[in-house]
């Protein structure tokens, strides 16, 4: 196989050429001694797009979370968060070496946590309990196959955080994917939280780098946070141009991915091994069980795989996200390949 198509995520993107050149050409310096005009460019830009006060590039997303909970809660602290969210299922470790704060999880409609159930879930602190701190919320919604978490329940969550004077992180890796598909800007969403994560290197295409975004002295600290974890860059400005491009070129096309998933997905929902609901699709990635008589799950990415389509086990079967800086995302390739295995 000369050439895959691959699926397996957003964060496979390539920077484009527009990108390339950006970063050949960027004006740079010590961004850890405050001057690389790039990244402070790249920040007054995220903090302008989120309508929040001030911004601050990371190197991944992971350590913009990481950073937000260190900067919300003190030692001993609980955190409610959405069980089947990324901080949660793949940062709660980070959390408790980080922070040495502990996850409380609640179920959810798809992403969606019952503002009712957070507050019970709110503890008054006492020799025997924890303080309630930060709640996080996502969206869209990795684990839940990238569903738009509606804005009016993070509205909801806001009215019982502010009840409580508790914070609300939001962690928006696809911030953007829930914009352009539900048309609602995303500081409206960000204005729902007191900080908000976004990545530029998935859908978006950058090659490295994530922002978090909240209140002046919020970033303050976040700034102390990340040099402690070792997030210091130089001459970061070479990454920051990227990601300028990444959110000023790069955001209004991932309808176009949006509707390739989409289209994945209602063609192979129509075969019986797929367990699928399509509308259940709203943005870029599509997840789906799997159940087949004579083929497992890893059987069947082998067989893919052998037919030029990439695509991942995650818990709930298989994912596939659709983006078009991947070289080769070919939709009607991957359809095709399904339908030879599975007839
Ligand atoms: C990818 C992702 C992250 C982490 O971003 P990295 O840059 O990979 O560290 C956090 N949250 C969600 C929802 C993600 O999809």
């Known amino acids: 196989m000369d050439k895959f198509s691959d699926f397996r995520s957003d964060t496979v993107t390539k920077p484009t050429a527009e990108m390339r050149k950006a ?3 960027a004006e740079v310096g010590d961004d850890v001694l405050g001057d690389d005009p790039t990244v402070n460019k790249l ?13 601050l590039f990371v190197p991944s997303g992971t350590m913009g979370n990481s950073i937000a909970v260190k900067c919300w809660t003190q030692e001993l602290d609980e955190v409610i968060i959405e069980a089947r969210s990324h901080i949660y299922n793949m940062e709660s470790t980070h959390m408790t070496f980080i922070s040495r704060v502990t996850p409380r999880p609640l179920a959810s409609k798809r992403g969606a946590m019952d503002p009712e159930e957070i507050e019970k879930n709110i ?33 909801a969550v806001k009215k019982v955080a502010d009840r409580h004077e508790i914070k609300i992180h939001f962690d928006g890796a696809r911030i953007f994917n829930a914009s ?22 998935k859908g978006l295409a950058a090659p490295v780098g994530s922002m978090l975004v909240g209140p002046g002295d919020f970033i303050n600290y976040g700034r102390r946070v990340r040099k402690a974890l070792g997030g210091g860059m130089r001459q970061a400005g070479i990454l920051a141009a990227a990601g300028i491009i990444a959110i000023t070129k790069m955001a209004d096309r991932l309808k176009e991915d949006h509707i390739k998933a ?10 019986q091994a797929v367990k699928l609901d399509p509308d259940d699709v709203e943005t870029d990635i599509v997840i789906f069980g799997f159940k087949h008589p004579e083929i497992s799950v890893s059987d069947f990415l082998d067989r893919l795989k052998s037919k030029g389509i990439l695509a991942l086990t995650v818990p ?13 995302c070919d939709v009607e390739r991957a359809i095709a390949a399904f339908q030879e295995i599975l007839s």
């Open 23 to 25: 970063m050949a050409e």
């Open 316 to 328: 709930q079967g298989i994912r596939m996200v659709t983006n078009k800086e991947v070289d080769d």
């Open 262 to 271: 989409k289209r994945l997905a209602k063609s192979i929902s129509e075969l």
């Open 123 to 155: 503890k008054i602190p006492s020799v025997h309990l924890p303080r309630t701190s930060l709640i996080c919320v996502e969206n869209t919604h990795n684990n839940w196959g990238g569903a738009v978490v509606p804005l009016a329940n993070l509205k």
């Open 180 to 201: 352009i598909a539900s048309g609602i800007p995303v500081k409206e969403y960000a204005a729902v939280a007191d900080s908000l994560m976004f990545c530029l290197s």
């Open 43 to 55: 920040e007054e830009l995220a903090a302008a797009v989120t309508g929040k006060e001030a911004a």
